[in-house]
């Protein structure tokens, strides 16, 4: 089945700088990778996804890159603020069924003032 | 993007009773509802998934008699925690989507709903 590695766990930035965080997955027959946001108590947000037809996909601060060669994937977010600070779940849906989606273990980012 | 409503967000009920959790999609047809179960700090725990109309497949080590998901339209999914535990204390979220997701569809998730067991 589908394995989704997310790294790192944590990340600490300051305000304006960037956030790269990174993903791998397994199965070659993925084409489907979303980004989602939860901040705490609260259900996670789709920030973000990208289908393997295109490498990159951006949206204001935020951008998704795909190596579908490499089979990762990676979250920018440009300029951050501290609003940003969250956790962050990368995920891809498993092989033989795409109706769900395998999360990563998640990353804590931290943007400092 | 879409809506998932989830009710209610936050619950406390005695030890050996049951409690219903519902989802709903508000501005689309789900076809398919998933049920996680979060643990501080850690990642989702997909329990089941529910197509409407038929019986949700569960996960591998999660109790179907426990936890009863029913799918009956296709805007409702309800989670029920019978007997309920004071482990059985947790975030539950609920998603949703209108098709596979390599055919282009998206899944969504609701708000979360925190259960505590006394």
């Known amino acids: 089945g589908e394995n989704v590695e997310q790294h790192p766990s944590t990340l600490s930035v300051q305000e304006g700088d960037s956030a790269v965080i990174k993903c791998t997955y397994s199965?070659?027959?993925?084409?489907?990778f979303p980004w989602y946001k939860q901040e705490l108590g609260k259900g996670p947000q789709l920030i973000i996804d990208?289908?393997?037809?295109?490498g990159e996909k951006k949206d204001q601060r935020i951008a998704v890159t795909l190596n579908k060669t490499a089979k990762h994937f990676s979250l920018h977010i440009t300029e951050t603020q501290p609003e940003d600070s969250a956790v962050y779940f990368c995920?891809?849906?498993?092989?033989?069924?795409?109706?769900?989606?395998?999360f990563g273990k998640g990353t804590k980012l931290t943007v400092n003032p | 993007g879409a809506v998932v409503s989830q009710h209610p967000s936050w619950v406390i009920c005695k030890s050996g009773t049951s409690v219903k959790i519902e989802c709903r999609s508000l501005?689309?047809?789900?076809?398919?509802m998933f049920w996680y179960r979060q643990f501080p700090k850690q990642s989702l725990m997909l329990m089941a998934t529910?197509?409407?109309?038929?019986?949700?497949?569960?996960e591998q080590g999660v109790e179907k008699d426990k936890f009863l998901i029913n799918h009956a339209s296709l805007t409702l999914s309800t989670l029920t925690v019978t007997s309920a535990h004071p482990e059985d204390s947790s975030f539950y979220i609920c998603?949703?989507?209108?098709?596979?997701?390599?055919?282009?569809?998206?899944?969504?998730f609701g708000e979360g709903s925190w259960l505590t067991v006394v």
């Open positions: 995920a891809a849906p498993p092989q033989g069924g795409s109706e769900k989606l395998v």
């Open positions: 998603s949703a989507s209108s098709g596979f997701v390599n055919s282009g569809n998206t899944i969504y």
């Open positions: 990208i289908r393997s037809n295109v």
């Open positions: 199965d070659s027959a993925s084409n489907y």
């Open positions: 501005d689309f047809q789900a076809t398919t």
């Open positions: 529910s197509n409407e109309g038929s019986k949700a497949t569960y």
